[in-house]
């Protein structure tokens, strides 16, 4: 079964300060690894997209690296802010006939002042 | 920036009637799509629909729901007989393609929470 899994569940920094949130996936065969934002009460808005060749990817501040061999991915956020509070999630889709994407759970982030 | 769009943006319902919620997506997007998130839980994928059919759809998408596209523009979930697991957030989304190209992402819009009472 296809599974998506994310760590930590939750997560308290300080502004200003980095943080890397982790994404195991199980699902196959790949095709590609999203990452998004979601604010409370709000649609998931896109941040990053990673197929199966690409290693790392950036958007601003957010940065998300892909390990194809062991499945894992992590997105990385520098000099943290406070509307970075958000919850992030870490969804694969297959290929191979089914486009059905897997949701992990989220990673719940809040940024104190 | 477009914006894909979801009306209303709250629902409450008694249990056992018809709603639909609706979408606007993309204007120039061919793909349509319908997802729920029950509180505290993790989003799922309900439905896919591509030139007026429905691509894929989740076991949960079971023969109480249907969707539709009236028109050039709108998007509809239906759910015919609601019951009180029903209750949810529910996200349309759309994009330009299947999402299996590079830079394809989905556009979420805002939601509609549905509660069934």
């Known amino acids: 079964k296809n599974q998506v899994e994310q760590s930590p569940q939750s997560l308290i920094i300080l502004e200003g300060k980095n943080c890397t949130l982790q994404?195991?996936?199980?699902?196959?065969?790949?095709?590609?690894l999203r990452w998004y934002k979601q604010d409370t009460g709000r649609g998931p808005v896109s941040l990053t997209i990673?197929?199966?060749?690409?290693n790392t990817k950036s958007n601003g501040r957010y940065t998300a690296t892909l390990d194809a061999d062991t499945k894992q991915s992590s997105l990385h956020i520098t000099a943290s802010q406070l509307s970075d509070s958000a919850s992030y999630i870490c969804?694969?889709?297959?290929?191979?006939?089914?486009?059905?994407?897997?949701f992990g759970r989220g990673t719940s982030l809040i940024v104190h002042p | 920036e477009p914006e894909v769009t979801q009306t209303p943006s709250h629902q409450v319902t008694q249990m056992g009637q018809e709603v639909i919620l609706r979408c606007v997506p993309i204007?120039?997007?061919?793909?349509f799509y319908w997802y729920r998130q029950i509180l505290g839980q993790k989003v799922e994928f309900l439905v896919s629909?591509?030139?007026?059919?429905?691509?894929?759809k989740s076991e949960i998408f079971d023969d109480q729901f249907s969707v539709e596209r009236p028109d050039g523009s709108n998007f509809t979930l239906k759910i015919r007989s609601t019951k009180l697991e029903d209750s949810a957030m529910y996200f349309c989304?759309?994009?330009?393609?299947?999402?299996?190209?590079?830079?394809?992402?989905?556009?979420f819009g805002n939601g509609t929470r549905l509660t069934v009472t």
């Open positions: 989304a759309s994009t330009h393609d299947r999402g299996r190209l590079q830079g394809s992402p989905l556009h």
């Open positions: 994404c195991n996936y199980t699902v196959s065969p790949f095709s590609n």
């Open positions: 990673m197929t199966f060749s690409e």
């Open positions: 969804v694969v889709s297959p290929s191979g006939g089914s486009y059905i994407p897997t």
């Open positions: 204007s120039n997007h061919l793909y």
């Open positions: 629909f591509y030139n007026n059919e429905i691509s894929e």
